[in-house]
């Protein structure tokens, strides 16, 4: 039986080995430069603007229909 088997069984891993295991994967994690992160804040920023102009915009135009419809 492996590993794997015996955890889905319900076998639990000991707290130490499991903090053991995490520093391992976040080890092998390429992390961005700040280069990189800076980029990415201001990608992510120019979206998030366009879409809230995107969606105000929207909300703006069904405002006045329903003014000129229900008003």
Do not use: C, H
């Not at 319900?10 to 992160?37: C, D, I």
């Not at 804040?41 to 105000?56: I, P």
């Amino acid at each position: 039986m492996s590993d794997r088997d015996t955890t889905t069984q319900g076998s639990r891993t000991a707290p130490v080995v499991f903090l053991r295991q995490v520093v391992a994967e976040l080890r092998k994690v390429v992390w961005p430069t700040r280069p990189q992160v800076v980029t990415y804040f201001f990608v992510v920023l120019v979206f998030v603007m366009f879409m809230m102009a995107y969606v105000a915009g929207l909300d703006f135009v069904f405002g006045q229909a329903m003014f000129k419809i229900f008003g």
